[in-house]
């Protein structure tokens, strides 16, 4: 006899202590079906790919892992807070809003770079945008603009530099 076939009879024979097991283990009743057959297919995949020794040994500990998991997964899940905007709860969170004065100072910095920035070379422009604002490493910097990861290093340093002095001077 074939071990799918094994294994497909282990089934039938164990399906309603396997749902149970499952359903037991994970928590979560609604699922406990349809872990037992994604064990089942789990199973039979090992077993079309190379003879297993104890099938149903193995049909039962991948339940076993799948249930575990899946109850992991409803633990993470319900601590996850989920409310309407209604809920009082809202109100004890602190705003991440940005004050008016916050606002204005962060738009007079964005201003004082983008006026450092336009006396840059187009090279050192281009170095330090990718950088700072695209998250591009240094070899990739360097391997777009044909240079080394030296100079590349020393465009956005320069840059960095100029950018903080002339924010010292405001």
């Not at 282990?10 to 079906?33: F, I, P, Q, T």
């Not at 039979?44 to 997964?73: F, H, M, T, V, Y």
């Not at 989920?82 to 705003?95: G, K």
């Amino acid at each position: 006899m074939s071990q799918t076939k094994v294994i497909a009879g282990l089934l039938e024979e164990r399906r309603n202590d396997m749902v149970k097991y499952a359903s037991a283990v994970s928590g979560d009743e609604a699922s406990a079906e349809d872990l037992v057959q994604e064990a089942w297919l789990r199973c039979d995949r090992a077993a079309k790919a190379e003879p297993l020794l104890q099938p149903a040994r193995l049909l039962w500990r991948i339940l076993r892992n799948l249930s575990i998991d899946r109850g992991r997964r409803i633990a993470i899940q319900s601590r996850t807070v989920v409310a309407s905007q209604d809920d009082p709860r809202w109100e004890n969170l602190p705003d991440d809003r940005l004050s008016v004065e916050d606002l204005l100072i962060a738009r007079e910095e964005l201003v004082l770079i983008q006026r450092v920035l336009d006396t840059l070379d187009s090279r050192t422009r281009t170095a330090f945008e990718m950088h700072r604002f695209e998250g591009a490493k240094l070899r990739e910097i360097a391997e777009r603009l044909g240079i080394s990861i030296t100079t590349a290093h020393g465009l956005v340093a320069e840059a960095t530099r100029l950018i903080r002095a002339a924010a010292r001077r405001d």
